[in-house]
């Protein structure tokens, strides 16, 4: 095992197993190859016989513009930010400090809220849509950022995320922190948080993964174009253009998709440990 | 300033709350009870809603309901549609999980067995999980399409009979499975990554010590029963998921043709908000967490059945 | 500077008590240390000084002022722990400034950036700065103030632990085994800095420890903890000495005292071993009790000898440990062995096997009686006619 020289059988191994990879990370990414292919082409060249990767006419500058002025795709993407940053930021405002309650706080009632929070978990948030369509109904908030925010405001995978995390902080420090002064909300933001950095960026990556690929919620509350999210969008973009001018409908959807294939690519170890933190814990 | 009295036994003295107890537990309600409240009103209390909902007989705007008893579940047994409705999901999981997981559990071998190009293979196949599916669905729609689609076109190259995948109701729900799977195997493929990589590394030198030192061998005896208690994981989450599908049906087919796509929750949604049918919807959203508790209750006793035994 | 008052404190998690009405009077300046096997409830004791944990009986004084409601950082005491419990990701500098900053700067003040243009954050700062490198280049880390935690060695990340209590000159330090994660020479150096440190600050130390040489070699007292009592409270010496207490006795002391099961006798004498040693118990008819003899009040003979306070039996181990020599005797009717401290030149002859007669100085005899508590007992002129046997 220790010889330098390669073995022929080896070899072969490499060979078998970049082929096999190879083959199958074409696979996965065809899709995207060929949504950016074709908004870069004219309609001429995405309905010739010939498939080319790269194309001839190049006609990026035409469905991009397209894309963007034909529907607001720009609101689409700034709602997108808007709905994930105002989600985010409650679900921390709130999940934190719950989580610390659970995770280091002595009280009565901790057991239960605790495993309120595991029943939380089980259910799935298509489960709420019924109610929560009626009760905003009822408040007069249908159609507004409120009705697409304010369901994933809490977050239980937050709180329990986050409550895991604090279980391994050692008591001393919270101990150290409250004899040099600091109660117990210094103790959340000045103590746990930084303490939890690592997690607390697995939950925004998952956060902001997640609310800004959901569908069913905003197909649900938003009717107005102006207040859709980047899914949303791209589905208004489809019924206009009936589904025939192909070259700004991918341009469209490589806009809504670049934002967050950019955040993985840039920071891809963060949401590969993100999905497993959330996923082995 | 006596709070509670509490027996501790023979000998304990009554005892008395401090005051440091009691800013404790009033901090520690100060602090979860937003979220708290929160997760009342957001989560637990519209779950307990949609329950009692389905026992009425409430169309929404209405201004007044009936209790109908189990009304609304006897009507789902005798409709035919939701048999269809239930079949389509659970076809669909059942051609998702398998694929996904398998092929996710042979990426990760592949990609763990070599040393070169894994932070690629790794990135590509998990690609699909980060991206936004309906964007993602429709260049999945171009795909399809019958003579223009890159899909169509590479099978008359190899001489395979096309058809227009999507349109067709005996391919249509495959031609989604097929994306469901694409979606899926980053997942799968990650999570047994992360399982592979808490095997002990020892207990490979072990194995090879004790004879078996064969690839097959060493995943056998080695990375199989190790890798035990993620797979039962990574099989609930995948058909968890599986049974949320939802975007690429409202999208690309409208559950159709003839109802051959049509899934629990794109029923629930029509069902919902399309017929405004709250209450049956209510009961069909019921239904629909009964299969998502059941998977995850499996999950949990399998999972905990495999880590000791595994 | 503070003296510190326990005053019958209890406390019990769920059904289990661990401390059963503790009292103790600890002088100002003093340097005490709790000492006990774990689970003996002194780092129990040491949090709730702190305000850490809540006693469920019992009233805590420091300096006079009953502390009972106030919490931790209203008692103005510091505390080192054994894990250090250092802020990971702030520096040094910050670790130490932070009680500071807690105490003297105001919420405005404290605010991330903006608190940089409140009225007197600049001077607050800058005087915090001071007195933060002060301390530190007193305990000789004033060069790792900009690092963080996860870069220092056990023993820095040790001092400044020290600093962050020091920094604010608190009334009284409580140290709950802060050298226990050093290894074993860094741990006898760091002792003596504490020492040190302690005739320095000249402030009231409370230490907890598992370590009876920490306890021994640092402290003004010594105070020994077992299954949530306070068994003895004295100098070191007087612990070691004149245990009141069978369990205080065993715990105190490498090797451990040898005790032996003893009956006293009507003429009062005592039975031990089918031998009469000549102590009296000061207690007549036959009383079980047991006889403690430490290992240096044994001296070693060679053959079975008639002597007032002795056992005979077979050498079984001779540990030449340099500067001593431990020999380790089997005797019939006892299931363990009788460790005897030697001279080493005087135990170079000894072999294994070997028969060997163990005798005690009758002066440093210790009794207990069944209960484990301290008897009186009165070394008395030995037998004239033992005494001849012995000198002949």
């Known amino acids: 095992m220790r010889s330098t020289r390669i073995k022929p059988s080896e070899i072969g191994f490499a060979l078998f197993r970049h082929g096999v990879l190879g083959l199958g990370a074409l696979l996965m990414l ?125 977050s239980v995978f937050g709180i329990f995320l986050m409550r895991q995390f604090f279980m391994t902080v050692p008591n001393d420090l919270i101990a150290a922190a409250r004899l040099d002064g600091l109660g117990e909300f210094g103790i959340v ?17 998952l956060s902001f993964v997640w609310n800004w690929n959901e569908f069913f919620w905003p197909l649900i509350v938003v009717q107005s174009e102006h207040l859709a999210t980047p899914p949303l969008g791209v589905v208004f973009f489809a019924n206009a253009e009936a589904g025939t001018n192909y070259g700004p409908l991918m341009a469209a959807a490589t806009a809504i998709t670049a934002p967050l294939v950019l955040a993985f690519l840039l920071a891809q170890r963060w949401f590969i440990d993100g999905v497993t933190m959330t996923a082995v814990k | 300033m006596v709070d509670a009295v509490v027996n501790l036994g023979v000998s304990a003295p009554p005892r008395r709350r401090r005051a440091g107890e009691r800013a404790e537990i009033l901090a520690a309600w100060v602090l979860a009870g937003p979220a708290l409240a929160l997760m009342w009103i957001m989560l637990l209390g519209p779950a307990v809603a949609v329950m009692v909902l389905s026992f009425t007989d409430w169309t929404f705007g209405m201004p007044s309901f009936a209790w109908i008893g189990f009304g609304n579940y006897l009507e789902m047994a005798e409709d035919p549609v939701f048999w269809k409705t239930l079949r389509n999901t659970l076809v669909y999981v059942a051609f998702v999980v398998p694929l996904a997981v398998f092929i996710g559990l042979g990426a990760a071998l592949l990609i763990e067995a070599g040393t070169s190009l894994r932070g690629f293979y790794r990135a590509a196949f998990f690609l699909p999980v980060t991206s936004t599916l309906l964007a993602m669905a429709l260049v999945f729609q171009f795909a399809f399409h019958p003579t223009l689609g890159a899909i169509n076109r590479t099978l008359a190259v190899l001489g395979i009979p096309t058809t227009d995948w999507l349109k067709n109701a005996d391919t249509a729900l495959f031609a989604l499975g097929v994306i469901g799977v694409w979606q899926a195997v980053g997942l799968s493929m990650v999570l047994f990554l992360a399982g592979l990589k808490a095997v002990p590394k020892d207990l490979y030198e072990a194995a090879a010590v004790d004879g078996a030192d064969s690839a097959w061998e060493r995943f056998r005896r080695v990375t199989w029963p190790m890798l035990g208690p993620a797979s039962v994981f990574v099989v609930a989450i995948t058909a968890i998921r599986a049974f949320q599908v939802f975007d690429t049906v409202a999208v690309l087919t409208d559950g159709g043709p003839n109802k051959a796509t049509s899934v629990i929750l794109y029923q629930m949604y029509q069902e919902g908000f399309s017929f405004l049918r709250s209450a049956y919807a209510a009961a069909l959203t019921v239904v629909f967490l009964g299969f998502v508790l059941v998977l995850t209750l499996l999950q949990v006793s399998l999972q905990e059945r495999r880590t000791h035994y595994g | ?104 700067m105001s919420a405005l003040q404290r605010l991330p950036i903006m608190g940089r243009f409140a009225p007197g954050a600049t001077q607050a700062r800058t005087a915090i700065e001071q007195d933060v490198k002060g301390v530190a280049d007193g305990l000789g880390i004033g060069h790792l103030l900009a690092r963080k935690p996860a870069q220092l060695s056990g023993g820095q990340r040790q001092r400044v632990a020290l600093a962050r209590a020091m920094v604010r000159s608190p009334q009284a330090f409580l140290m709950d085994e802060p050298l226990s994660n050093l290894d074993a020479k860094l741990r006898v150096q760091a002792r003596t800095e504490i020492a040190e440190l302690h005739r320095r600050l000249n402030t009231t130390f409370v230490y907890v420890t598992h370590d009876q040489a920490e306890a021994m070699t640092m402290s003004d007292r010594v105070a020994v903890m077992m299954g949530g009592h306070l068994l003895q409270v004295a100098p070191p010496q007087t612990i070691y000495d004149d245990p009141t207490d069978l369990a205080v006795a065993t715990f105190i002391g490498t090797p451990q005292i040898n005790t032996l099961p003893g009956v006293t006798r009507a003429d009062g004498a005592i039975d031990v071993l089918g031998r009469t040693w000549t102590i009296g118990a000061g207690v007549p008819g036959s009383a079980p009790l047991t006889v403690a003899v430490r290992p240096e009040a044994f001296v070693v003979h060679r053959g079975a000898l008639p002597h007032p306070c002795a056992v005979t039996g077979t050498i079984r181990n001779v540990e030449r440990l340099g500067a001593e020599t431990l020999v380790h005797v089997a005797v019939d009717g006892l299931d363990k062995v009788l460790i005897a401290r030697s001279d080493p030149g005087f135990a170079d002859g000894l072999r294994l096997g070997e028969t060997a007669t163990l005798a005690a100085f009758a002066n440093r005899v210790l009794l207990f009686d069944r209960n484990g508590k301290r008897m009186a007992a009165h070394p008395r002129p030995a037998i004239p006619a033992l005494r001849e046997a012995v000198n002949g």
């Open chain 1, 30 to 154: 065809a899709p995207f190859i060929l949504m950016v292919s074709v908004s870069l082409k004219p309609p001429g060249e995405i309905f010739a016989p010939e498939f080319t990767l790269w194309p001839q006419t190049f006609y990026a500058w035409e469905n991009y513009s397209a894309a963007f002025s034909k529907q607001p795709l720009a609101r689409f993407i700034l709602n997108g930010f808007i709905v994930t940053i105002a989600i985010f930021t409650f679900q921390l405002i709130t999940a934190l400090p719950c989580a610390y309650a659970l995770a280091k706080l002595n009280w009565r009632g901790r057991e239960t809220v605790f495993a309120l929070v595991l029943l939380g978990l089980l259910i799935p948030h298509q489960v709420t849509a019924i109610p929560l369509y009626i009760l905003f109904w009822k408040l007069g908030l249908l159609n507004s950022y409120a009705a697409i925010i304010l369901p994933s405001t809490i």
């Open chain 1, 189 to 205: 933001w000045r103590i746990m948080l930084p303490t939890a950095v690592p997690a607390v960026i697995a939950f925004w990556v």
């Open chain 3, 1 to 104: 500077m503070a003296g510190i008052s326990l005053r019958s404190i209890r406390k019990s998690f769920k059904q289990t008590a661990v401390l059963h009405g503790v009292s103790l009077d600890i002088a100002d300046g003093e340097f005490i240390s709790l000492v006990g096997p774990s689970g003996c409830g002194k780092t129990t004791l040491l949090r709730i000084i702190a305000g850490l944990e809540h006693q469920d009986d019992g009233d805590v004084y420091i300096g006079n002022r009953m502390v009972d409601d106030l919490p931790p950082k209203a008692r103005d005491i510091a505390m080192v722990f054994q894990s250090y419990a250092l802020y990971p990701y702030m520096t040094v500098a910050e670790n130490i400034a932070l009680p500071l900053t807690m105490r003297r």
